[in-house]
């Protein structure tokens, strides 16, 4: 089992920025790649971004490409997203995941994630 705990959400004004952090515990955190999601009120829960476990492949959705960053820190069993230029579309409750993928492996598909943090909500006021 892994235990993922979301921390740094908050309210912040479009164009600002956060950061949000994901710590894990339970299982060799260095062994999972991480993702993190988010769901809108009546959407779908969307992929933001991916990191594998040795911290070279990382992807991001479309709408957040350029503008966040995500990044890990095995040795802190912590996963970051930072969000910059934020905009009041990207208001969502933001979820940390962790998948088994191998060494090379991470995903922006939900179902390939093992385990599930319970989320963090970030409001970008217009």
């Known amino acids: 089992q892994v235990q993922l705990v979301e921390s740094g959400g908050g309210l912040v004004q479009a164009g600002g920025s956060l950061r949000l952090s994901c710590a894990a515990s339970?299982?060799?955190?260095?062994?999972?790649?991480m993702g993190w999601f988010r769901q809108a009120p009546g959407k779908e829960r969307e992929f933001v971004a991916t990191i594998s476990w040795s911290g070279g492949n990382t992807y991001y959705g479309g709408s957040v490409k350029g503008r966040f960053t995500i990044s890990r820190d095995n040795a802190k069993n912590t996963v970051y997203l930072q969000m910059n230029s934020l905009k009041p579309e990207d208001t969502a409750v933001y979820y940390c995941a962790a998948g088994d993928l191998g060494p090379y492996g991470s995903s922006w598909y939900a179902h390939d994630y093992d385990y599930w943090g319970q989320g963090t909500q970030v409001t970008v006021s217009s």
């Open positions: 339970g299982r060799t955190f260095s062994n999972y790649a």
